[in-house]
């Protein structure tokens, strides 16, 4: 398996998410600074993340925030054929508002008895106000989200 992870620097209409996947061609992508946004999409009460299909690839958005910078909104685009959606059993998203986009957890469990998890996070730079307490905060929640993973699990 190939895994990739690419600061795309905002997804565009010109640069849309199925030709950044397309060209990328990884097993599993992890997308950071793709300023998603809840825009054209129904959002639930606390919902923090949303899934679509982009190509042949699951894609798991965590948009940015109201208290996050357009710069966040990270992704992770993993092959249908080698973890289907139906193999997604659970997802972990910070809690807090100004983490919101900036990072995301998802873990898939087969039948078959593999269990793998995928984390990918996004740290602003140190001109951003607030970087290291954001960064204190991601460190924090990605560390939480390793303590309740179970061994069988490969991070």
Known sequence: WT???????????SRPLNEVCTRIH???????????????Y?????QRCFIKNVGQYSVLQWPIGDRTSRASGVSIAVKRNLLPRSAISQVWSPPDECLQGRGGAVRYRLKSGTDFT???????????????EITEKLWAWQSDVLKDLPRRTLP
Do not use: H, K
Request: charged content about 10%; overall charge neutral; some cysteine.
């Open 118 to 132: 995928f984390i990918l996070s996004y740290f602003p730079p140190t001109s951003v106000p607030q970087a290291a």
């Open 26 to 40: 990884s097993d599993v992508i992890g997308l950071q600074s793709t300023g998603t946004t809840w825009r054209f």
């Open 42 to 46: 129904q959002r639930l009460e606390n």
């Open 3 to 13: 895994v990739t992870t690419y600061n795309c620097q905002f997804l565009a209409p």
